[in-house]
């Protein structure tokens, strides 16, 4: 079997108009592992964060490695939200990439490991964060607490079936 058949779109958001935050609410709980892809048009001042259920309290931690061809750089964030990369610095036309891989959402006895990968302009960063809750995740949220994602920017939310 090919290994694309165990990677199940869930649901896509094509944004219409500017927004600061995208839900994908209702998820099934019927996958291993969820992965969230996001191209979007980035802004400066771009604060980005992922959060799972609504919850936006400092349940999060992100460890960051990122660069840019010439330098690299590390950083670690306890915050409201799996922090990938913080204040973008580029135009809103520059496309960025950001795929999250969200493993074990449905197991209730455990804190949620994330590993991301967020590509833009030159610049490359890989993440590993951890939600410290053990509910099922049943929603997920990108939220920009700075600019706002532009119109045309593409979020699908994809489930992995167990090997």
Known sequence: MPLSSTMIPIA???LTVN???ITFSSIPQN???LVLVSVFGASVGMDIHVRFNGDNNNNYSTNRLFG???AAYV???DDSGIQPRTSVNQAATVTTILKENIMNYTNTTIYKPVIGRYDYSGQVETHAGLWRSTAAIT???M???GQAFVTGSTFTIYGIKAA
Do not use: E, F, I, K
């Open 12 to 14: 896509t958001q094509t």
């Open 19 to 21: 927004a600061g935050t």
């Open 31 to 33: 996958y291993t592992d």
């Open 68 to 70: 840019n061809g010439s």
């Open 75 to 77: 950083s670690r964030a």
């Open 139 to 141: 929603s997920v949220s």
């Open 143 to 145: 939220v920009s607490l």
